[in-house]
């Protein structure tokens, strides 16, 4: 096991390339070994997530064959000592040590498209912006549509990886408004490389079942492929109508993950940030695709 200094020393793997942040990463390895198809190769790192009004998360992630994956747990935890939340290639959270195991896991879907959907825009969808400002704040012309966004979210969506003027890395924030009023919201996340990631796409409960998310999801992935060659989002593995709809939209299941929070004590910002780390699976609605 070797340390693991950029995305570029694992550069064939899609997930790091896209999904690795080089500036949250505080310690990482990759291993390989040759395997019956040629080469396998797995990395591991640890990140520290920071939001904007201070939350922070240690998260350890793995990604590769889940039995080398396994073999780099329990060294790398003793080396980079206790996490809040681990997410690993599934079949390797077996293997998690006693310091990294999780309280309770979900599975989950890593999807990837570079193909943009078919048929036209909705004339209803709408650009709000990154809404990046700290929570509560007064932002001339956005602090009205992300009050909006956040109703939407508390009731359809309460556990959601996204919220304004929390999530670093949203490039805009699209809605779907009807009679005045915000009915769905999503966020496309800007990733280091800069690729587009899809989160929080919800639809207010009152107004599920009417094809409003897929309107969205299309939405937000035309415009995160105006932005890069590719896009991606987390879906969980019980969600069938979210799946459908991605499916449908050129998405493909390029990794499964199981995750979950462990059982590290947390003080004030652990305990903040854990509330938004995906404890809720609320998330996991037919009317909230995406993570």
């Not at 809720?280 to 909230?288: K, Y």
């Amino acid at each position: 096991m070797v340390g693991l200094t950029a995305p570029r020393d694992v550069a064939p793997e899609p997930f790091v390339r896209h999904q690795l942040d080089p500036g949250t990463v505080r310690r990482a390895w990759v291993t390989e070994r040759e395997g019956v198809h040629g080469v396998e190769r797995a990395a591991l790192w640890v990140a520290e997530v920071v939001w904007h009004d201070g939350g922070r998360m240690r998260v350890g992630h793995g990604v590769g064959p889940a039995g080398l994956l396994a073999t780099m747990l329990a060294p790398a935890a003793e080396a980079a000592g206790p996490v809040d939340r681990v997410s690993v290639s599934d079949g390797a959270e077996t293997s998690l040590p006693p310091g990294w195991a999780q309280v309770s896991t979900n599975r989950w879907h890593w999807m990837l498209t570079d193909t943009v959907p078919s048929g036209p825009v909705d004339p209803r969808l709408v650009d709000l912006g990154p809404l990046d400002g700290p929570a509560g704040a007064a932002q001339e012309g956005t602090d009205g549509a992300a009050a909006e966004v956040r109703g939407v979210l508390d009731a359809g969506n309460p556990g959601s990886f996204a919220r304004p003027g929390t999530t670093p890395g949203v490039a805009r924030w699209l809605g779907l408004r009807e009679d005045g009023e915000l009915r769905a919201v999503g966020a496309l996340v800007r990733q280091a490389d800069g690729s587009g990631h899809l989160r929080a796409v919800t639809v207010h409960p009152d107004h599920a079942g009417r094809g409003l998310g897929r309107a969205l999801s299309v939405g937000l992935t035309r415009a995160g492929l105006a932005m890069a060659p590719v896009v991606s989002l987390g879906v969980y593995l019980d969600n069938a109508p979210a799946l459908r709809i991605y499916r449908d939209l050129g998405y493909a299941t390029r990794h499964t993950f199981a995750s979950g929070l462990t059982s590290r004590p947390r003080g004030r910002t652990g305990q903040r940030a854990g509330q938004r780390a995906g404890t809720d699976r609320s998330s996991t609605s037919a009317d909230s695709p995406s993570r």
